[in-house]
């Protein structure tokens, strides 16, 4: 996504975004004092400093109508911390408080990917897609699923609705990217490089990945351009010098 995981970076970036989402979902019954305490976890942990926001979120437990975002966000905390065993517990005590938090559920979704449960994963984003198809989050964690799991074409077809906004970020190309390689759609992974071309921000980890795929594809010299922007950005580590090395 082929890699079986989101990296480290990965998990870290879901966590924040769904723990975010979650945050702006319930902010219409939460008590301002309270609501204020998940806010400071989501930023203690944007920042990096868990216990800090551990701290915060279990003071949020303490209101009844800040407690499911509460537990939701002690679940995406333990995300951070791979302990996954724990998210789950901590996102099903969410949603039992309140069935109605959708990226609580998409998270437990990715848990069950990630500890390699993916029968029960991939029901969990499909029955959030049936309620609700313009679910991006649930239907991204699908289409990434499946591209890990090496159906391509299961993965093409649940990320079709939203093609032109993966278009337009790094884990998006990277999703149709392996897509497309497996498939052995050279055109369409050539199509790709454009919008590769058209970012801002791209970390070295994931140029280096998207160069990988391009020389399993037989594009060394487009490969070669990925590598190269990235190094004028002043995006380099050790696996994208010895990527640059090889070609």
């Known amino acids: 996504m082929p890699q079986i995981f989101p990296g480290r970076k990965a998990c870290q970036k879901l966590a924040f975004s769904l723990c975010f989402s979650l945050l702006l979902t319930g902010a219409s019954v939460a008590v301002p004092a309270d609501s204020d305490h998940v806010q400071q976890s989501i930023e203690l942990m944007s920042a990096g400093d868990l216990e800090g926001a551990e701290k915060e979120a279990k003071v949020a437990l303490r209101d009844s109508s800040t407690r499911p975002m509460a537990w939701a966000t002690l679940g995406t905390i333990r995300i951070r911390q791979k302990h996954y065993a724990e998210a789950a517990q901590c996102l099903s005590t969410a949603l039992r408080l309140n069935p109605g938090l959708a990226e609580a559920r998409v998270s437990l979704g990715e848990v069950y990917a990630l500890t390699g449960r993916k029968t029960e994963a991939r029901e969990v984003f499909r029955s959030i897609l049936r309620a609700s198809p313009d679910n ?43 897509d497309y390689a497996g498939l052995k759609q050279k055109e369409s992974l050539l199509a790709l490089v454009h919008d590769w071309d058209g970012l801002s921000e791209v970390s070295a980890d994931s140029s280096t990945e998207f ?37």
């Open 211 to 247: 160069s990988s795929l391009l020389v399993k594809s037989g594009l060394n010299e487009q490969a070669l351009d990925v590598l190269e922007k990235a190094k004028r950005g002043g995006e380099v580590s050790y696996q994208m010098a010895l990527a640059l090395g090889n070609l």
């Open 136 to 178: 991006r989050a649930a239907r991204f964690a699908l289409a990434r699923l499946e591209s890990t799991a090496g159906n391509f074409t299961a993965s093409l077809a649940a990320a079709e609705p939203m093609l032109a906004e993966l278009r337009r970020s790094p884990d998006g190309i990277l999703l149709l990217a392996r």
